[in-house]
């Protein structure tokens, strides 16, 4: 199976570019396959992108970019040579239509986009909370008033411009996969087939489940963990200010661990100094720090506010038994299940009072603990990357068939 893979750029190193980078060489590695790699920007081939994994050896595959040669003579050379594309994110809306016109085409959404002006899906007035509404002409009415992303009337125009092409573009592929359950059903509900929708969760890249089950503990660490880009969307002010009814409820001191940077880092550092919270501020850490963190800790918190498309961090820490404790938003109950691999407070809205009785439920009992930590390890190996690439070679068959 020869396969073209699109995105935009690697020489940014972000989680669209690991996934794919370590999804080349796993395929690579299992299969005689030819791979063409196109991107919008210009790519180094002499570049790095390990960002925790193995370099991509680009002696193996065919490497393009259509700022450096224009789409159609890229798609000149590699012409009855390739049965399938994968693309991801890409420049123009044109160049992935005329992709999808070329080749049987499976285009993957890592985001909102086209289901909101500004593709959060979240209203910030007079509470934080997602947003069900279906994104068309009533939402310019309300973007302003609800503080859906900001306050600039020019900013809003542009985004429901761009959004509405968007979705419409959507229409012209034959199939597009998600990550989540929530992010199948969100576009289904703004007028895609379900026909054409497939749900593909994402793998950990680079990272594969513990082979052996996570020992019984013998005491609580009192240690909770946020890792993350700390911004409002992130909800980490929740947790910083669920910090003291969750000690007083519990009865035993308790250590917060922030491990991330971002616009929010500032005023979060200063909130929990000045009522001298027990929280520690790693900053940015590498994939081994942030492992050795998840195994000293006895929850991880991702208290989004908005629906998140996948929460692939809760998978991340599954692979070495520790639970979740999230709000019910996006996709997360693919992989959060009450009572199995973590806790759920509700999502609409949330607030700090549910979080803390979400995290005082996960902690309440040392054999209960061990359970949760048991389900998250289990549940973990459902999103191996064998088994991701065995359900993403399956959609490619069926879309060459259909075509």
């Not at 299940?337 to 995290?359: D, F």
Request: charged content about 20%; some cysteine.
């Amino acid at each position: 199976m020869n396969l073209i893979i699109c995105t935009q750029s690697f020489d940014f190193v972000g989680g669209e570019q690991s996934y794919l980078s370590s999804l080349i060489q796993t395929i690579r590695k299992n299969g005689n396959h030819d791979i063409a790699l196109i991107t919008s920007q210009s790519i180094r081939p002499t570049s790095s992108f390990n960002h925790g994994f193995d370099s991509l050896d680009f002696k193996e595959i065919e490497t393009y970019s259509i700022d450096h040669l224009g789409l159609q003579a890229i798609l000149d050379r590699v012409k009855n040579r390739f049965h399938y594309c994968y693309l991801h994110s890409f420049a123009t809306r044109n160049d992935e239509i005329m992709i999808s016109k070329f080749v049987p085409t499976l285009r993957f959404l890592h985001n909102l986009a086209g289901t909101c002006i500004s593709g959060h899906k979240k209203v910030s007035f007079p509470s934080s909370h997602p947003c069900q509404r279906i994104f068309g002409p009533r939402c310019l009415g309300l973007y302003l008033p609800k503080r859906c992303g900001g306050l600039n009337p020019l900013t809003m125009i542009k985004g429901y411009s761009f959004n509405k092409e968007y979705l419409r573009s959507l229409h012209f592929f034959p199939a597009i996969a998600f990550a989540s359950n929530y992010m199948r059903n969100e576009y289904i509900r703004h007028g895609l087939s379900p026909d054409k929708c497939h749900l593909l969760p994402l793998p950990i890249p680079g990272q594969e489940t513990d082979l052996h089950p996570p020992d019984r503990r013998s005491s609580f660490t009192n240690r909770l963990l946020f890792t993350g880009r700390l911004t409002n969307l992130k909800g980490v002010h929740y947790l910083v200010k669920a910090l003291p009814e969750l000690i007083k409820i519990l009865g035993r001191k308790m250590e917060l661990i922030i491990a991330g940077d971002g616009p929010e880092l500032s005023k979060l550092q200063e909130y929990a100094k000045s009522r001298k919270l027990p929280v520690e501020f790693t900053g940015w850490i590498n994939r081994q720090r942030r492992e050795e963190l998840m195994r000293s800790v006895d929850l991880l918190v991702v208290p989004s506010l908005w629906p998140e498309p996948f929460g692939l961090v809760g998978i991340e820490a599954g692979c070495v038994g520790l639970p979740a404790v999230a709000f019910e938003v996006g996709g997360i109950p693919d992989w959060l299940i009450p009572g199995e691999t973590g806790e759920l407070a509700s999502g609409n809205p949330p607030r700090i009072s549910g979080l803390t009785q979400a995290i005082v439920r996960a902690l309440s009992d040392l054999d209960y603990h061990h359970q949760l930590r048991m389900g998250a390890w289990k549940k973990s190996k459902e999103f191996s990357t064998k088994l991701h690439i065995e359900r993403l070679m399956n959609i490619l068959q069926t879309l060459h068939k259909d075509r």
